[in-house]
């Protein structure tokens, strides 16, 4: 059997730093016998610079082969004047499309070292693991009829929310799919009291739920969704909801767990042959123009977000945790970047010696 295939995109900014971590690990597994077949591209403006676009067609056919892709981050100041058909944005967001990744999954982890340091009480927050899957590709960000318009002597701003029920079908089977291999227990958030589009969403994720019986579904009215997950997040496995609500809530979520640079994020698609979703695995953070060069960024979300790969992309559930216990060892040690600066006294470690810290620990 051929090793399986890996196309790292590390793009702008602190993307190439924090990718830099990320081979340190995957170097690691090739010394232990898991090796990858690991291409590299360019994307954003580092491929703008290059070529003149923000994602080659090579780059975007390669990305259609391999078992997943890795991106760091795109984007700058460099790149605000440009056009926007080639703005480094616009290689991420072909790539999702052509791809048709359709749900994102935002984990919301806490490690024990760092409950301190999120704004609610520790006891609400120490040992959060949840999971939100957003769906990616529709709703109110994408549907007809869209535009301002005169009517009368005023403007209109017009949006449409708007699913279909194959649309939400697939995501559902995502959240079901994750809820089986985690706790089996999915609570499904819309607003069908008052949108048409959550009465026909609670609809169609009941009927999915039939296919998995094992997994304890439950719904909420996304408001009170939102509320409960500040209030007691624990309550919670997997989440699933549409594009918007999860476009709040999974920022939400993800600030009960500390910096921004701790937070990975995979965005799936239909099943490829090998039965694995298609995927783009990459940190929840930008590419951090303030600190790029500068070796302060911390890499931990760019590992994390390999340790996802590792989970969902190539069946080695017990080498993802792995990296993360490494990461929660190295945290529990101390070793801190200076975004994770909470006590005084305390010297930040650089990307490179965090990685090194990460890869010691593994
Ligand atoms: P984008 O538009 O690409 O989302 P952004 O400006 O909204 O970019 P980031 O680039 O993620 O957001 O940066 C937001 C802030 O968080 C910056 O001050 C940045 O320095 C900090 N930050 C982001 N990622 C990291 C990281 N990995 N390590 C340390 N600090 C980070
Ligand atoms: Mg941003």
């Given at each position: 059997?051929?090793?399986?295939?890996l196309?790292?995109?590390?793009?702008?900014?602190?993307?190439p730093?924090?990718?830099?971590?990320?081979?340190?690990v995957?170097d690691?597994?090739?010394?232990?016998g898991?090796?990858?077949d690991v291409?590299e591209?360019?994307?954003?403006?580092?491929?703008y610079?290059a070529?003149?676009?923000p994602?080659t067609?090579a780059?975007m056919a390669k990305a259609?082969?391999?078992?997943a892709?890795?991106l760091?981050a795109v984007?700058?100041?460099?790149?605000?004047?440009?056009?926007?058909?080639v703005?480094p944005?616009?290689?991420?967001?072909?790539?999702?499309?052509?791809?048709d990744?359709y749900?994102?999954?935002?984990?919301a982890?806490?490690f024990?070292?760092?409950?301190d340091?999120?704004?609610?009480?520790k006891?609400?927050?120490a040992?959060?693991?949840i999971?939100?899957?957003r769906?990616?590709?529709?709703?109110?960000?994408?549907?007809e009829?869209?535009?301002?318009?005169?009517?009368?002597?005023?403007?209109?701003?017009?949006?449409?929310?708007?699913y279909?029920?194959s649309e939400?079908?697939r995501?559902a089977?995502?959240?079901f799919e994750?809820a089986?291999r985690?706790?089996k227990k999915l609570?499904?958030m819309?607003?069908?009291?008052v949108?048409?589009s959550?009465?026909?969403?609670?609809e169609?994720?009941t009927?999915?739920?039939?296919?998995y019986?094992?997994?304890?579904?439950?719904?909420?009215?996304?408001?009170?969704?939102a509320m409960?997950l500040?209030?007691?997040?624990?309550?919670?496995?997997?989440?699933v909801?549409?594009?918007?609500?999860?476009d709040?809530?999974?920022d939400?979520?993800?600030?009960?767990t500390?910096?921004?640079?701790m937070?990975p994020?995979?965005?799936?698609?239909?099943?490829?042959?090998n039965?694995?979703?298609?995927?783009?695995y990459?940190?929840?953070?930008g590419s951090a123009?303030?600190?790029a060069g500068q070796?302060?960024?911390?890499?931990?979300?760019?590992?994390?977000?390999f340790a996802?790969?590792l989970?969902?992309?190539?069946?080695q559930?017990?080498e993802?945790?792995r990296?993360e216990?490494?990461v929660?060892?190295?945290l529990?040690?101390?070793v801190?970047t200076?975004d994770l600066?909470?006590e005084?006294?305390?010297?930040p470690?650089s990307?490179?010696e965090m990685?090194?810290?990460?890869?010691k620990a593994?």
């Amino acid at each position: 059997m051929s090793n399986p295939s890996l196309l790292i995109l590390p793009g702008d900014g602190i993307g190439p730093e924090v990718m830099a971590e990320v081979r340190k690990v995957i170097d690691w597994f090739g010394t232990r016998g898991l090796t990858f077949d690991v291409s590299e591209d360019l994307v954003g403006g580092a491929a703008y610079d290059a070529h003149g676009t923000p994602l080659t067609d090579a780059t975007m056919a390669k990305a259609q082969e391999v078992d997943a892709v890795l991106l760091g981050a795109v984007g700058g100041p460099k790149y605000d004047v440009l056009d926007f058909s080639v703005k480094p944005e616009r290689g991420l967001l072909r790539l999702r499309k052509e791809m048709d990744l359709y749900a994102n999954l935002r984990p919301a982890q806490c490690f024990d070292a760092l409950a301190d340091f999120s704004s609610l009480k520790k006891d609400v927050v120490a040992g959060l693991d949840i999971m939100i899957v957003r769906e990616l590709t529709s709703g109110i960000y994408f549907g007809e009829p869209r535009g301002i318009i005169e009517e009368g002597n005023e403007r209109v701003g017009i949006n449409t929310q708007r699913y279909t029920e194959s649309e939400i079908d697939r995501v559902a089977r995502s959240a079901f799919e994750l809820a089986m291999r985690r706790n089996k227990k999915l609570c499904s958030m819309e607003k069908a009291n008052v949108m048409e589009s959550g009465v026909l969403w609670r609809e169609v994720v009941t009927e999915v739920g039939k296919d998995y019986p094992e997994v304890a579904l439950s719904h909420m009215y996304a408001d009170a969704g939102a509320m409960q997950l500040c209030r007691w997040p624990k309550q919670f496995d997997v989440i699933v909801t549409d594009n918007l609500f999860g476009d709040l809530l999974s920022d939400a979520a993800a600030m009960l767990t500390g910096s921004l640079g701790m937070l990975p994020s995979a965005s799936l698609g239909a099943p490829m042959a090998n039965g694995r979703p298609k995927a783009l695995y990459e940190p929840v953070h930008g590419s951090a123009p303030d600190i790029a060069g500068q070796g302060k960024a911390n890499p931990i979300a760019c590992i994390l977000s390999f340790a996802m790969a590792l989970r969902y992309s190539f069946d080695q559930g017990d080498e993802a945790t792995r990296v993360e216990k490494a990461v929660e060892k190295v945290l529990a040690d101390g070793v801190r970047t200076a975004d994770l600066l909470g006590e005084e006294g305390v010297t930040p470690v650089s990307t490179s010696e965090m990685g090194d810290a990460i890869v010691k620990a593994l």
